[in-house]
């Protein structure tokens, strides 16, 4: 359980514990107004205050994060009940010095109120009994133990609540039902704050999950129940001052009862009534707003992707029409060198070759841009890779670019689950730019490996190439961008571009790291379940 939901129940804990001390303090030091809080009435009984500190001391360490606590916390707790069982037992045997005369014996026997000596009353034995039981139970998960703690709760809020009120009312104890075993005022008191406790501990469980949940049911239940219990029970003290003070007779105390309760839970209902109409028309606000963001968002929605498929379709359309021009173009250069070589002079030879380049170069990249498009398109297809032997075949693939000084690390990799065809691209795209960056290096050094973690898994290519500067990072995965001129390095500018778009598909990040001259290091993941 969270920390926050015990401050204030443990708060009521110490309050009772503080009662309980300050009670034996009293029978220490033979003060009258410690031990009983009203004077006149029945003292608490010293062993009842123990009981009183071991139920407070159970209450906190069970909820506690140390196991050691907890099973201290549960051994008071069954102390606790064994003296209570023991007191109940000793009441229907009809023992006259039970446990309940161990500390100060002396001193109870001289205590006697309404000719009653001072004895743990059978009320106070029952209310601990299933105080503790509720407390116990409500520590075990299941939910049959949970509603038997509930059942057990209920019955120690009944006698505390009507020990309680007894008192406020002044019933004559003579004329009560429990004129031969009295329960304390100090006592009552006591265990009406467990029992406030026990229910404030219990936000997640039994009858506290409903009246604290955040539905209309929960929102009535705080308005109401608190009015149920003060309205009833002050009209009821009106009632009596009203007939002690014979301000008025039995017959119009009635009708002022009956007519104060009627008129106060006619106004705490109002008032509940105008809150939820409040709430719900905040909630309809709140959902008219939310159904009109939605539709915004869908139909922004709709108009991108209608946008993005337009571009897509158009761009698809260029890079597929410009194929045959192109071929012409470089057919008819070809032709026109073979059939005219021989008249044809050095500087227009050099123009027909940087033709044939440009023209070779703008099919290459239509065939990119066709690549590029077609992964954005086509779904993923899911299945287990080895990494190590995808790795492989890569380097076996791009084995005639590669020195025979080279020194290629792969470290062992996790499998992964992913598009085969895809994650290889990855993988030849990432290598073949660790080759090709290399060049000018004397030996060709490349490592292939992941780390492994509970977060996730980051593979990872590095090379000690030529590396680059980190302030042109933003534009290392753009699409057609290069960080090198093209007469240090051939390319395109399409590989790291095609690499993360694979990589977000998977749902995945790609990012770099590097410093000119000592190489670089291309990091990616792929989604956690995969």
């Known amino acids: 359980m969270k920390k926050s939901l015990l401050i204030l129940p443990q708060f009521y804990m110490y309050i009772v514990m503080g009662i309980a001390l300050a009670t034996l303090a009293g029978w220490q030091l033979n003060v009258d107004i410690l031990r009983r809080i009203i004077p006149g ?3 608490m009984n010293p062993t009842t205050a123990v009981l009183f500190i071991f139920y407070g001391i159970a209450f906190i360490s069970i909820h ?3 196991h050691f606590y907890q099973f201290t916390g549960v051994i008071l707790l069954g102390l606790v009940i064994c003296i209570g069982c023991i007191k109940i037992v000793q009441y229907i045997a009809d023992i006259p010095d039970g446990i309940d005369s161990i500390f100060y014996g002396d001193r109870l026997r001289e205590d006697i109120k309404y000719n009653i000596p001072n004895r743990m009353s059978i009320i106070t034995a029952i209310s601990f009994l299933v105080n503790s039981l509720s407390l116990y139970l409500y520590t075990k998960p299941i939910l049959q133990k949970q509603s038997l703690a509930n059942y057990a709760l209920a019955v120690g809020m009944f006698i505390s609540l009507l020990s309680v009120i007894g008192y406020i009312y002044q019933v004559d104890i003579h004329h009560s039902v429990v004129q031969r075993f009295p329960m304390a ?8 704050l467990i029992a406030i406790a026990l229910l404030l501990s219990q936000k997640d469980t039994g009858y506290m999950k409903e009246i604290f949940s955040p539905y209309t049911g929960g929102v009535l239940a705080r ?3 608190p009015s149920m219990v003060i309205i009833p029970v002050g009209m009821g003290l009106l009632l009596l001052v009203g007939s002690w003070t014979r301000l008025y007779g039995s017959d119009f105390r009635i009708a002022l009862h009956t007519l104060g309760v009627i008129t106060l839970m006619i106004a705490v209902l109002l008032n509940v009534i105008r809150s939820l109409n409040h709430t719900d028309e905040a909630r309809m606000l709140a959902e008219a707003e939310l159904t009109k963001a939605k539709e915004l968002v869908e139909d922004h929605a709709r108009k991108l992707e209608e946008s993005a498929q337009e571009i897509t379709e158009f761009s698809y359309a260029i890079s597929h029409n410009l194929r045959t021009p192109l071929r012409a173009i470089n057919g008819y250069t070809s032709l026109l060198k073979e059939k005219n070589h021989i008249h044809l002079d050095q500087e227009s030879t050099q123009m027909l070759n940087i033709l044939q380049q440009n023209t070779w170069k703008m099919g290459q990249l239509t065939d990119d841009l066709l690549s590029f498009i077609k992964i954005s398109r086509t779904p993923i297809l899911y299945k287990h890779i080895n990494l190590n032997e995808l790795v492989k075949q890569v380097l076996s693939d791009l084995k005639k670019f590669i020195r025979e000084t080279s020194q290629i690390e792969i470290n062992t990799l ?7 065809e895809l994650l290889r691209l990855v993988y030849q795209h990432l290598l073949s730019n660790a080759i090709k960056y290399s060049e000018l290096k004397d030996t060709l050094w490349i490592t292939v490996g992941a780390h492994v973690s509970q977060e996730a898994t980051v593979y990872f290519v590095k090379d000690k190439g030529c590396g680059f ?6 534009k290392l995965f753009g699409l057609f961008t290069r960080l090198h001129q093209e007469h240090e390095f051939q390319g395109l500018g399409i590989g790291l571009a095609v690499t993360q778009r694979i990589i977000h598909k998977h749902g995945g990040q790609i990012w770099a790291e590097s410093e000119p001259g000592k190489g670089a290091t291309f990091y990616f993941t792929l989604e956690s379940h995969q």
């Open 64 to 66: 506690s994060t140390s």
């Open 469 to 474: 500067d980190m302030r042109h990072y933003d």
């Open 223 to 225: 308005k109401l129940i």
């Open 414 to 420: 996790p499998h992964a689950r992913g598009d085969y």
């Open 41 to 43: 009435l029945v003292a």
């Open 185 to 192: 005022p100090n006592t009552a008191l006591n265990f009406l």
